[in-house]
């Protein structure tokens, strides 16, 4: 099965400023099949990116992703106070699917 | 608008089975596969099988073959995940959530359904 391992665990920043989140796969996923979700406490995950970089509805330009084989990025520049959230990478390229562990971004 | 509409919570002995309902609405509902993750407490995001409401074709994760089923009933758009033997490592929140088209993931997911495992 594909591990995928994100870092930072926990990102410490400030309103209005950027963050760059990691995905390391640990076998080529190509460049299409690697998603990211936003979960707040109490709350299901939400999609953000998919495909590696697409938007997914209702999602603000602020948040873009990059990235292709085995490193990938999910950028947010200038953070608002609803973006503070842990985030997971996904793959589904292969089977079994998986999760990275998260990263926490706070405040 | 779509909704997957899950369950309530369950407490269960070790060794016991649950079984969790996902009703689909707002959409066509053998159009997409559902998948499910759990997510024990503070932990991340753990991928567990999907179900084609279509076909009734399913797979799983290695770690729960064997003691996972995961099955559809067409007439009342209702998908259902059903663990067996259960251990206290089973104590988690358990999703259902949609897998979309066109390379899309999971885009829609339910609210979530807490199983606590205590004797």
């Known amino acids: 099965e594909i591990v995928l391992t994100q870092s930072p665990a926990t990102l410490s920043v400030s309103p209005g400023e950027g963050a760059n989140l990691s995905c390391r796969a640990s076998?080529?996923?190509?460049?299409?099949?690697l998603a990211w979700y936003q979960q707040k406490p109490g709350q299901a995950p939400r999609l953000i990116l998919y495909?590696?970089?697409a938007r997914a509805t209702g999602i603000p330009a602020r948040f873009s992703g990059s990235g292709s084989g085995t490193d990938f990025t999910l950028s947010i520049r200038s953070l608002q106070s609803e973006d503070f959230a842990t985030y997971y990478c996904?793959?589904?390229?292969?089977?079994?699917?998986?999760f990275g562990q998260g990263t926490k971004l706070e405040i | 608008q779509v909704q997957l509409v899950q369950s309530g919570a369950e407490v269960k002995k070790p060794g016991a089975s649950v079984k969790v309902s996902c009703k689909a609405s707002?959409?066509?509902?053998?159009?997409?596969?559902i998948h499910w993750v759990r997510q024990a407490t503070g932990q991340g995001l753990e991928w567990m099988g999907w179900v084609s409401p279509n076909s009734g074709n399913a797979g799983y994760a290695p770690k729960f073959q064997g003691r996972v089923t995961m099955a559809r009933n067409i007439s009342i758009s209702t998908v259902y995940m059903q663990l067996s033997s259960l251990g206290f490592e089973d104590t988690a929140v358990y999703y259902c959530a949609r897998k979309g088209v066109r390379g899309v993931p999971l885009d829609y997911w339910g609210q979530g359904t807490l199983v606590t495992v205590s004797s």
């Open positions: 076998q080529t996923i190509g460049s299409t099949y």
């Open positions: 495909g590696a970089s």
């Open positions: 707002g959409y066509t509902f053998t159009n997409y596969e």
């Open positions: 996904q793959q589904y390229y292969s089977w079994p699917r998986t």
